[in-house]
């Protein structure tokens, strides 16, 4: 479920020494599935065991992971990297704003989870989103642009050039094209 480098493990068995014994760290996120899910990780003496947590076991500690953040701790990794700058503790979970869904899910499932855990954050960074209206019959996924997206003059090149490409290399055979309905015309609907 959760990978932890062994330059991460050898900063928490150092981080743990302080702590009292029987000590362990708690992965969690907060918000799991939605937009705004946060991942963390904290100290867990032992009376913050709960009976439903997923225990993990690394080398000279354990990892306990509560039972609601589980499905979307899953593909997720703790590096702890240094460099001129520093170091860093860094945790990715790609699937802690929507949980994975099986290859065997709708297309309306699948396209949503790569909009939810590749694309967004991707458009994120220039402060937009898209949301999935709908797959029409003939196949193509209709979407909406949102936040910086909205009345941005590279809409078209991200759409065609980004998205479409991206999901049609995802769905071949199954998704066909890629329309946007967003209202691009700057106004008072756009983000500012």
Same mark, same amino acid.
């Given at each position: 479920?959760? =990978? ?5 493990? #050898? ?16 992965? %969690? ?7 705004? /899910?946060? *991942?963390?990780?904290?100290? *867990? ?8 947590? =997923?225990?993990?076991? %690394?080398?000279?500690?354990?990892? $306990?992971?509560?039972? !609601? ?10 590096? %702890? ?5 520093? +170091?860093?503790? =860094?945790?990715? /979970?790609?699937? #802690?704003?929507?949980? !994975? ?22 458009? /994120? ?7 999935? $209206? ?11 642009? @949102?936040? @910086? *997206?909205?009345? *941005? +003059? ?5 759409? !065609? ?8 290399? $995802? %769905?071949? @055979? ?11 015309? #700057? ?6």
């Amino acid at each position: 479920m959760i =990978t932890i480098s062994d330059a991460a493990q #050898a900063h928490f068995v150092t981080l743990l020494a302080d702590q009292p014994e029987g000590t362990h760290i708690r992965v %969690f996120v907060i918000s799991p599935g939605t937009a705004t /899910a946060e *991942c963390g990780v904290s100290y *867990c003496p032992p009376d913050a065991v709960e009976a439903d947590d =997923t225990e993990l076991e %690394f080398t000279g500690f354990n990892a $306990m992971v509560d039972e !609601k953040s589980v499905p979307f701790l899953e593909d997720a990794s703790i590096d %702890f990297v240094t460099d001129q700058l520093g +170091s860093q503790l =860094t945790l990715k /979970a790609p699937n #802690a704003k929507m949980r !994975k869904v099986s290859s065997d899910a709708s297309l309306n499932e699948r396209i949503e989870y790569v909009i939810q855990s590749e694309i967004n954050p991707q458009l /994120a960074s220039h402060g937009g989103n898209i949301m999935l $209206m709908e797959v029409s019959e003939e196949g193509v996924a209709i979407l909406q642009f @949102g936040g @910086g *997206c909205n009345g *941005c +003059s590279m809409v078209d090149v991200t759409l !065609k050039d980004g998205i479409e490409k991206q999901l049609l290399d $995802m %769905f071949p @055979g199954e998704l066909t094209g890629v329309k946007d309905i967003t209202e691009h015309q #700057a106004g008072e609907h756009s983000y500012q």
